[in-house]
């Protein structure tokens, strides 16, 4: 009788203790989730909201009308884009070619110079700012859109240099090598076989980075021109003052963008997934 019994304690103590990890673990998703996406939700809602300031007075897309036709803001965004575009083709030229080398490389050293490529990303931004501050104007650099350009690719091409790198250290080797003996040049062999393999590395990086881009506020602050306001900037120059429903608006068509950008890149990796299979 007594073994009977502790024999079910002993059975039932570790599915008690398994629900309780289930129900934690659920727990825990379910709070990070909404920690994370409330903040996006209330401002979704206060882009439709009648009210200039929090209270809600009721539905209307008046915001959405008013910030098409916002030649200010739109001029920042478009200066927001032509960097990220910019610097992201910067980035995937500079950064793929690096990989690519550093991967293919064998020399005393290269250890640390891969951990100079990526300090950007370990840096602080207002360090970075500074740096470019002071060399441009020690260089009588014109502050505009060249120089946002330039300090962007900097932080913009270790997000390319780590994705390609880490596709390529997973890559057989050997595939590249057929292609050479069966009479393939390099060039061929990397556009044949090595590009087709990193492209999803690629874009995926370059989305990172275009992100990254488009939401920098500290290096752009230091380095911009006196017609070259980015976006961001205008949204924290505004935020002083207060933050008018347009601006809501604004974020509530990045997001929609956002979202059709990470849609775009899951549909594009899933077709090369199919290609690379079947062939």
């Known amino acids: 009788m007594r073994s009977n019994l502790g024999r079910l304690l002993r059975q039932s103590t570790p599915i008690t203790s398994s629900r309780w990890l289930r129900l934690s673990s659920r727990f825990y998703v379910a709070l990070l989730l909404l920690l994370t996406y409330l903040p996006v939700i209330i401002v979704v809602a206060y882009s439709f909201n009648e009210g ?3 209270v809600w007075r009721g539905f209307t897309t008046q915001w959405y009308t008013r910030l098409l036709t916002n030649r200010s803001i739109r001029a920042n965004l478009m200066n927001s884009l032509k960097v990220a575009f910019a610097s992201c083709g910067i980035a995937i030229v500079i950064g793929t070619a690096g990989a690519v080398g550093m991967t293919r490389s064998h020399f005393w050293g290269k250890d640390l110079l891969e951990n100079l490529a990526i300090a950007p990303l370990m840096l602080p931004e207002i360090i970075l700012g500074m740096a470019y ?3 441009f104007t020690a260089m009588k650099v014109t502050f505009g859109m060249g120089t946002l350009i330039i300090a962007h690719s900097t932080f913009c091409i270790p997000y390319i240099y780590l994705n390609v790198q880490s596709r390529l250290a997973g890559m057989d080797p050997n595939l590249v090598e057929a292609a050479r003996d069966l009479g393939a040049s390099p060039g061929r062999a990397f556009r044949d076989i090595t590009l087709p393999l990193i492209t ?4 995926s990086g370059a989305i990172l980075a275009f992100a990254m881009s488009m939401d920098d506020v ?7 021109g006196v017609t070259s306001d980015t976006l961001p900037i205008r949204i924290y120059s ?9 601006v809501y ?12 950008a990470i849609a775009l890149f899951y549909t594009i990796r899933k077709i090369t997934q199919r290609r690379t299979f079947h062939a």
């Open 200 to 203: 999803p590395s690629i874009f």
């Open 238 to 246: 505004l935020s002083k003052v207060g933050i008018t429903p347009e």
């Open 52 to 54: 200039r300031y929090g």
């Open 249 to 260: 608006a604004l974020c509530a068509l990045m997001l929609v963008v956002i979202i059709m």
């Open 133 to 135: 501050l002071t060399l």
């Open 218 to 224: 500290v290096i752009s602050f230091f380095v911009k």
